[in-house]
């Protein structure tokens, strides 16, 4: 490669298509809905860049319409996972090696396939597969994900960039150098970007990785494959492995190779991993290093001086969007008495103008969640809601009969301490909590101390003051805090995400932060003219 000091693209925040009636993005993605629900496709898993039908299969559906069959996934299993250790142990001397600038180049351009061609196969995936309205695809599996492999390549940049200084006579230097083994990527079904990001920024910094992404959202992270293939990723620098959690988790953690984790999802789930490394330590060659973003139990705090109107808007959008199956998603309020009527009016007005349906409906606000496990869960908050100590306010059904539909649900709580006010839910429900005028500080104090979750949270003033009072009380309990805004929405080059508590590790991702938990640096210090005389003058 030619020599030069080479500087990748300034990024820019990926604009977001509105998908306005007689657009051309909204038939662009008609057209690619309609076509990914033409016929069912056979995902396998891709290790050392060749498909592997495993033959141990599973379904995927769309969950607004769970009897429409999607894809047959192959799941991996211990076999799979070594052949993957394998594959990214084969890549590694090259991938490590290679100049940053062209590793970075392949994500740059994955970046603009996903600008441009790519974007409504990758948005139809999302649709139809994780039923997300068309606007919540286009900001997650087309937005996010942009600007996750522009921004990440830049942050890289000034990364290496980041030298130390030299005495006369010597040269001091840092090398960036990716860890030893492969980093293990673990990701979500609720944002396709994620799964994006996960397996990505490790690899953009010379590592390889073997990716198990949920299988609730293989058909996007298949193309995401596809896509980073098409890209000009070598083959065996991400090994795409879908498979039960347990099947694919266990024999990777147990691998001598392990160098990393890079996880997000849920906190029983992160903790256990944690467990097992910690257990099989003595076995690694190094010690891995632990990446997670976990769950949360996201909040709204009012003050007295709050506007209500704005309010009540930020908790249907903060708390529905998604169905509430965003980390971020607020599911718990903290109101004022003298607000709540007019807070309450509103909020039971417009959750009755809520439509929901299917996700490829572009005039639906909410759709499904996401299979059946989960409709199990908030069903049962929604059961419990119902009885002593709850008032349901709007909402409170549910129906699985064609899709997995829970309705937005307003659940008013008189005990600030209830199962209702501290679980993460992970579904459309909000509960509320009304307090005293005259008692903020007391329960701003229960807010901090009700969760074990810090990730995100949002409070609401139009009071300078009471906002500095407010935003001292809860500074450790959010790692993405929102004035007069909700707590949802982070945007890459913005609000580098992530939460701390049992939240997860904090490590930001889409930031420099994150990057650098993906390197193990080398100081390296050059002397240009050597002494040859052991004596000091000192000794004289």
């Not at 033959?55 to 211990?78: C, M």
């Not at 993957?84 to 142990?89: G, H, L």
């Not at 509960?431 to 995100?456: F, G, H, I, K, Q």
């Not at 992530?498 to 991702?509: F, L, M, Q, V």
Request: aromatic fraction near 10%; hydrophobic fraction near 40%.
């Amino acid at each position: 490669m030619a020599d030069g000091l080479f500087h990748v693209p300034t990024p820019l925040n990926e604009p977001i298509l509105n998908y306005a009636p007689g657009s051309p993005e909204r038939a662009e993605l008609s057209a690619a809905i309609e076509d990914m629900l033409s016929a069912p496709i056979e995902i396998p898993a891709i290790i050392g860049g060749k498909d592997v039908f495993t033959g141990n299969t599973t379904q995927v559906v769309s969950p607004h319409d769970h009897g429409h069959v999607l894809a047959t996934l192959h799941l991996g299993g211990e076999k799979e996972v070594a052949q993957a250790a394998e594959a990214s142990a084969a890549a590694w001397a090259d991938w490590s090696e290679m100049p940053y600038a062209s590793r970075a180049a392949i994500f740059l351009r994955a970046a603009d396939l996903l600008a441009g061609p790519w974007r409504q196969k990758l948005n139809a995936a999302t649709v139809v597969g994780q039923s997300k309205t068309p606007i919540q695809a286009e900001i997650d599996s087309a937005c996010e994900l942009i600007d996750f492999w522009r921004f990440n390549c830049s942050y890289a940049q000034d990364l290496h960039a980041q030298q130390p200084t030299s005495s006369p006579g010597i040269w001091n230097y840092t090398d960036y150098r990716p860890l030893e083994g492969f980093v293990f990527a673990v990701t979500p079904f609720n944002f396709t970007a994620i799964g994006g990001n996960l397996p990505t920024a490790p690899a953009l910094m010379g590592n390889t990785v073997l990716w198990k992404p949920a299988t609730t959202a293989a058909l996007s992270n298949y193309w995401i494959m596809r896509l980073l293939e098409k890209a000009g990723l070598p083959p065996g620098v991400i090994n795409f492995v879908p498979g039960r959690g347990a099947d694919i988790g266990d024999p990777a953690l147990a691998h001598e190779d392990l160098a990393g984790i890079h996880f997000t999802g849920s906190t029983r789930v992160f903790q256990m991993m944690w467990k097992t490394i910690g257990n099989n330590i003595a076995k690694y060659k190094g010690y891995p290093r632990i990446v997670g973003e976990t769950g949360g139990k996201d909040f709204i705090f009012a003050h007295p001086t709050a506007d209500a109107p704005s309010l009540a808007t930020s908790i249907l959008r903060g708390g529905f969007e998604y169905q509430g199956q965003k980390c971020s998603a607020a599911s718990r309020a903290y109101i004022p008495e003298s607000l709540w009527p007019g807070v309450k009016a509103q909020l039971v007005e417009e959750i009755g103008q809520i439509k929901m349906g299917k996700a490829s409906d572009f005039s639906n606000f909410m759709a499904a969640v996401i299979d059946a496990s989960s409709f199990r869960n908030i069903s049962g908050y929604l059961d419990e809601a119902k009885g002593e100590g709850y008032e349901v306010l709007a909402g409170g059904n549910c129906d699985d009969s064609v899709g997995y539909f829970v309705e937005p649900t307003l659940v008013r709580s008189h005990n600030p301490k209830s199962r209702l006010m501290k679980d993460e839910i992970f579904g459309p429900v909000m509960t509320v909590y009304v307090y005293p005028d005259n008692e903020v500080e007391e329960t701003l104090a229960l807010c901090d101390s009700t969760s074990p979750y810090a990730l995100t949270g949002a409070i609401f003033a139009d009071d300078r003051e009471a906002l500095i009072e407010m935003s001292n009380a809860l500074r450790h309990s959010a790692g993405n805090f929102y004035i007069n805004d909700k707590p949802t929405g982070a945007v890459v080059g913005q609000q580098p995400f992530g939460g701390g508590r049992a939240s997860g590790t904090n490590d930001k991702a889409g930031s420099a932060m994150n990057l650098l938990r993906w390197t193990s640096v080398r100081s390296v210090k050059e002397t240009f003219v050597t002494p040859t005389e052991f004596r000091y003058p000192h000794m004289d």
